[in-house]
């Protein structure tokens, strides 16, 4: 079977779904790997480096995408807006689509592509499960979001992050709140002790408090419940206006006293909670910074402003998009070993053969067989 992995072409995407050293254990199970030539630029790897591990490089993007059984990418439909219909046109039935497709958040474009009688599996999708870990490739791309964000509110902010005792006095650490502790929080807890500030962090998922405080961040506890905080994949869930604004009342405080706000609050499919609102950003001290890292999503803080780097009232806020594509480098080997691992997981004797028991397989799968399949993409179609 064929794999074809084009390059990517969303604008600052730097990141490409295979690197030269996931291609051995790809050819050894039978599979015959097309790079698009100039896939690698990003993470600086020359045509020759895919061809010396085994692929065969392509110059004709239709062509490779028409002779492709199997097609991974890090941005496919859905998660690029602007996909090029050029590019659909030219899989032929029965091609099976492995990338992030923003599927909860674009369900009729998964519709649009079931109807091409196209496989899409979608990365968000995969099961959070011990059985899948080396294929969660959200938990990968947000470890980097966690750990640039830090860095990011480091270089923006005036004050030093660790205590100093120096002949010219003592400096206090900063106040690091993290909101969110999730996988991109936890990275961001670790960072910033790291880096030697006095770290606080909330989610409303009572059970990570154990993982928070084991990275030396003290947790908040508010005096509030939340429904269903999370759901059975381990995601923060949804939950009512009511809920988030008496959040924000109880958190205000510590935003205030804060020096650096990291927010990570991200809800899947849905646009991000508002945590912090305008008022609580104008009574913040001149100088602090907030890195919302759920800016993509519309973002967790009501001044945000996705992509751009602020000063609102004196306060510092940063909304990065595609934070991973900033280190393509580690972006690419992570993700090269996720989505390998995957499309390995379902190759018997050099063929795709798919087991729609198997929680992985069916976990992932958005559409097949001129169908949407995926329980959570259909209701997300009800609702649209």
Same mark, same amino acid.
């Given at each position: ?30 599979? $015959? ?17 895919? $061809? ?19 097609? #991974?990418?890090?941005? !496919? ?21 492995? @990338? ?24 968000? #999708? ?13 938990? @990968?791309?947000?470890? &980097? ?37 999730? =996988? ?26 154990? /993982? ?28 009512? /206006? ?12 510590? &935003? ?17 909670? =508002? ?14 910074? &907030? ?16 992509? /751009? ?6 306060? &510092? ?8 594509? $900033? ?19 379902? =190759? ?21 067989? !001129? ?14």
């Amino acid at each position: 079977m064929l794999v074809a992995v084009p390059k990517e072409i969303y604008p600052g995407e730097k990141r490409v779904a295979l690197i030269p050293q996931s291609l051995p254990a790809l050819t050894k199970a039978g599979l $015959e790997v097309v790079i698009e030539a100039g896939a690698g630029e990003g993470i600086n790897s020359k045509d020759a480096d895919f $061809e010396a591990q085994g692929a065969r490089v392509e110059q004709d993007r239709h062509r490779l995408l028409s002779q492709a059984d199997i097609v #991974l990418m890090v941005r !496919g439909p859905g998660s690029d807006p602007d996909f090029p219909a050029a590019d659909l046109d030219a899989l032929k039935e029965g091609t099976t689509l492995i @990338s992030f497709t923003e599927p909860l958040a674009q369900p009729e474009i998964m519709k649009k592509l079931a109807e091409r009688k196209l496989t899409v599996f979608s990365m968000e #999708l995969m099961p959070r499960t011990t059985r899948a870990q080396s294929m969660d490739a959200l938990s @990968s791309m947000a470890t &980097i979001a966690g750990y640039k964000a830090v860095l990011a509110a480091a270089d923006a902010s005036p004050k030093l992050f660790p205590m100093f005792m120096t002949a010219a006095g003592t400096i206090t650490p900063s106040r690091v709140f993290i909101l969110g502790a999730g =996988v991109a929080g936890l990275q961001a807890i670790a960072t910033a002790r790291r880096l030697g500030a006095v770290v606080e962090a909330f989610d409303i998922r009572p059970v990570v408090k154990e /993982e928070v405080e084991s990275l030396g961040a003290k947790f908040v506890q508010l005096e509030m419940d939340a429904d269903e905080a999370q759901d059975s994949g381990g995601y923060a869930t949804a939950q009512s /206006e009511d809920f988030y604004r008496r959040q924000q009342e109880l958190l205000a405080e510590r &935003i205030k006293n804060s020096d650096v706000v990291i927010t990570t609050a991200a809800v899947p499919g849905k646009k991000s909670p =508002v945590l912090i609102s305008e008022e609580v950003v104008a009574g913040m001290r001149p100088g602090s910074v &907030i890195v919302d890292i759920a800016a993509d999503k519309g973002g967790n803080c009501a001044v945000t402003k996705p992509g /751009e780097k602020i000063v609102h009232k004196g306060v &510092i806020v940063i909304g990065p998009l595609n934070i991973p594509a $900033e280190v393509p480098v580690h972006a690419s080997q992570m993700y090269a070993k996720n989505i390998s691992t995957f499309l390995l997981h379902m =190759v018997k004797e050099g063929k795709l053969k798919l087991d729609l028991e198997d929680e992985i397989t069916k976990g992932a799968m958005v559409a097949h067989q !001129g169908q949407v399949v995926h329980e959570a993409v259909l209701a997300a179609l009800k609702e649209a």
